[in-house]
Structure formats: structure tokens, C-alpha cells
């Protein structure tokens, strides 16, 4: 996909209600559904907003908010599990200070995650209704190409919408293998965590993609027996290979066990844990199993195929990069739409949705300018290009990457893992990719997401002060760096 970087005029056809203002109906509250109807309230549309779960979505209530919540607790652990070299000791032991000396309460702090989930979704909730918003409680589905009807918890219809334009942002759950039901207790799918109040001695983490392996991360720095069962040679596919070996090692270094090139095919109860079968026929034993094999779009009953707007194979929505569906005034938006599944992304889309409907210029999603982070320890953030595109030929590319260890305030915090990477266009070194592997890397990675969006320079980035002693010093300085070697 190309990305055309001008704003694109607002669609000349787009459908609007005689008379007064242009009604939209959103079905989905999660980023991509409730940043839109925020937007069109905003631009005076008539805006209805169909949630059947909880205002946030999937993102507040079960993934984004609650497993970062988590992990803000595993971090402290992590910084203090290996502060053995910066002179820290246990107060009893005088040994070195870790998941042995310290106790995690899980059930505290899942109680705080929870709390914090449903003080967030109450936010959204009071500033969408604020905004002007109709939150409506229920199922939507589409009756027709401009009409939606709402269904209670029973099926029943309460409410039949028209609508001019219709955004549909309904997210993603759970991918399950029939072999390994999960039951809440044991056997776990992500949206199941919470719930435990004891840390579990041993967590099997089936499924090395971000989730497994952010999860994999926190429990093993909370202080559960962690295996992570990885169907790829290497965790993490997709991702920057030199930022999955870093991961590979920080996992080793913690006790974090992989089993790579493993395939679950069924997970069990017996006795008081569970045995995860691999399709080798091996069997894993262990306390708890999280299953974490990606996500399937909630598009099954939405009436799609009746109104004729197109599905791909997978379930997810064909969009087009003003999120416009194959029928004229419905637009999609998020996990549904199998784009990149981010909260960002779908935040995006929905306000690019509402944009293009309601009159405004819009710029259209530019894949090649969205930054994402992982957060494992440590964490692993990326923008633009990769190595891989510069590899298969897709871009012209120079990579420079440089080791944090050489970094002085990283020296002074006792950090040894980690790096920073450049890919910049030969010739004129306009900055066209980055990959940031520290702490904190996703706050880190913003230099660098605007150096791709503006098309900066690599002496421009190296030119810009930093502070002394700083992490961004790295960023900085592999950029002079990269002017260097690329003009040899
Ligand atoms: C464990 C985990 C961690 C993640 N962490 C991050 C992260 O750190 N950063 C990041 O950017 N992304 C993260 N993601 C991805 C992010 O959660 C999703 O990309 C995001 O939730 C997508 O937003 P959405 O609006 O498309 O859908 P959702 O957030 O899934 O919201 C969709 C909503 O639609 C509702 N709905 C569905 N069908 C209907 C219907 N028929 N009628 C009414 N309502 C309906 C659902 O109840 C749901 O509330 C994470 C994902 C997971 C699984
Ligand atoms: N920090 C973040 O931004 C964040 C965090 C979590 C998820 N997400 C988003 O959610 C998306 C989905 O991520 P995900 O990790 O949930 O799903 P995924 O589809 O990326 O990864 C699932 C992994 O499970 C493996 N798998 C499938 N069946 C298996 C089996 N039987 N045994 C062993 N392995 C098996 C797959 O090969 C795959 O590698 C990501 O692309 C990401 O955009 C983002």
C-alpha cells in the first residue's frame, strides 16, 4: 500500500439527511468507535454511539489498559530484580533484592487495574455524553445500507436507527482452540486475567506474538514460572529480528523459558493444574495456561453480507484508507478492519471516518508513519521502514544501529541491554525508519516518529540538542552517525 502524503478533498457524494443535521450511528464504544463519535459531535452530526460491553471497548476494559496497568507493576519489579549492581540489598538477607525477597500481592493489584479500567471507561463514557453523544446499551446491526436496529441482551430489538452515515468499530475477541477451552479459572484466555488473586506458580503463555510475549514478560517479573510455547523459530515474528534476539536473551537472563518451534494442539485440567499438549505429542505441566493466539473480528452478525458490504476471508472489513467500506455512507474503523490492530490506529480511523463523511479534508492513515511499541522488559519500539523492507527490496535503505551499552546515563543506570537503529534513504538521509530497544522505549521513539512524519534529515536529527547525560543521546548519535557512514 502506497501512502500518499497530501490531504484528499472530502468525499463529493458522501449521503447527508434533508434538512437538519447529518445523523451518524456508531456501532462499537472502543477507540475506533468512541474518538469518532467524538469528532462527529464535534462537527455537529446528530451522533448515536451502540456499545454493548462497556464504553472503551476491548481496549480500556480488557486489553490496552488493564495488561499496561499490569505491567507498570512488573516493571518496578524488574528495575528492582536487577538492581543487584547499583548496591541495593535485601534489608534481612543482604542478598540481592528480586522475585524472591519481594512478594507480589496479584489480587491487590488486579484490584487496582480494574479499578483503574472502570474509572477510564467512565471517563469516555461522561466525555462522550458530554459532547453531545447518545449512548445507547445493546447489540447493533445493520438492517439496511443507512438503518441499524439495536437488540438487548435477549435478542429483542429496542430501538431502529436511520442513519446517514454509519461507522462500524466492533474490535476483535479471543482466538480459542476447541482442544483447549478456556474456563475462566486455569485455562486463560488475556481478557481472563484479572480475575486471579494469586500469582500463578507456573503460567504456560501459548502464543510468542506482542501479547504472549508481553505477558510472558510481566508474570516471569512478578515472579510466576513462566514458559512461553512459540510456534516461530523465534518470538515475536514480524518484529525487528535484532530487537527478538534482545528479547530472546532478556527472557534467558530472567528464567523465562521458550519453548520454540512448539505448536499447541490442546490444553487440559488435571489435578489441581493443566497440561498443555503440543502437536509433537509432548506434554507441558503447569498451573496456568494463558492462551494468546491473536484476535477474530466481531463481525459475524452484524448483518454485513445481507447489506453487501464486503468481508475478507479472516472476517475483518475491506476498508479503504478513509475507512470506507464497499457500500457508500458505512465506514469501518479498527480491529474489525484487520489494518493494524492498535488502539492508535483505530483512534485514527474513526476520526478519519467521521472526517471524510461530515465535509472535512482528511489525510488518509499512513501505515509507514505509525509508531507501536511492545512492552516486554525491556520494551521494544518501532517506526517507519524496517530492516526487513530495506532487505527484500521493498525500500531503499542504509541501517546503522548502535548498542545502548555505549550510552553514559544507560552505563550509570546499569542498563546492558538494548539498542538504537536508523534506516535512512541513501543520498539525502531523510529519516525513514527507527527501531528503539530500552526502557521506556515508547516514550524514546518520538524523535524518531517525527523525524519519519516530516520527513527530517538524519543531520537534523543529529543536530538537535539533547540532554547530558540522556538516553536520547543514543538517538542522536547514531543519526551523526549514519550521516557519516552513508556519505562515505
Ligand atoms: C492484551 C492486549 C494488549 C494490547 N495493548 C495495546 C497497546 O498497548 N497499545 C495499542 O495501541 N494497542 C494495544 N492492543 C490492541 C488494541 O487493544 C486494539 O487495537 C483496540 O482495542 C482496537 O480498538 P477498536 O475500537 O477497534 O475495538 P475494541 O477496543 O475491541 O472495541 C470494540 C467494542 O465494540 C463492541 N461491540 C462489538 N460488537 C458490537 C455490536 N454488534 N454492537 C455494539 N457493540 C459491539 C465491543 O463490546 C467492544 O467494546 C492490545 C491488544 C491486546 C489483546
Ligand atoms: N503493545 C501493543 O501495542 C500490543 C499488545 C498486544 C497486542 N497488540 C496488537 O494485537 C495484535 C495481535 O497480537 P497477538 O499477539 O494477540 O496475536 P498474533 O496473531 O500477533 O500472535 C499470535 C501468535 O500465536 C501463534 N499461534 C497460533 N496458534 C498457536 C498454537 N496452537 N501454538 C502456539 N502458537 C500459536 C501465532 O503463530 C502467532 O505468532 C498485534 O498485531 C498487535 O498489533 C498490541
Known sequence: MSDPSTALPSDPHRVTSAGGSTRVVIVGGGPGGYEAALAAARLGADTVLIEERGVGGAAVLTDVV?????????????VVGTSQELGIRDADSGSAPGAGTLDVDLGAVNERVQRLAAAQSEDIRSSVRDAGVRI?????????PSEVEVLDADGARTEKLGA????????????ELESAPS??????????LYALDRLPEHLIVVGSGVTGAEFASAYRALGSEVTLVSSREKVLPGTDVDAADVLEDAFARRGVHVRSRSRAASARREGDGVVVGLTSGEEIAGSHVLMALGGIPWTADLGLEEVGVRVKDSGHIDTDRVSRTSVRGIYAAGDCTGVYPLASVAA????????HALGEAVSPLISAQVSSAIFTSPEIAVVGVSEQDVKDGVV??????????TNPRAKMQGLTEGFVKLVVRPGSHTVLGAVVVSPRASELILPYTLAVAHRLTADQVAGTSTVYPSLTG????VARRATITVAR
Request: without cysteine.
Open 474 to 477: 543514543s538517538l542522536a548519535e
Open 136 to 144: 445507547l446499551e445493546g447489540r447493533g446491526r445493520l438492517t439496511g
Open 66 to 78: 488493564p495488561s499496561k496497568t499490569l505491567i507498570a507493576t512488573a516493571d518496578v519489579l524488574d
Open 348 to 355: 485514527m480511523q474513526g476520526r478519519i471516518a467521521m472526517h
Open 396 to 405: 531503499a535503505g542504509e541501517v546503522l544501529t548502535l548498542a545502548l551499552d
Open 183 to 192: 474456563d475462566g479459572e486455569r485455562i486463560l484466555s488475556w481478557t481472563q
Open 164 to 175: 446517514d452515515v454509519i461507522l462500524l468499530a466492533v474490535g476483535a475477541r479471543p482466538r
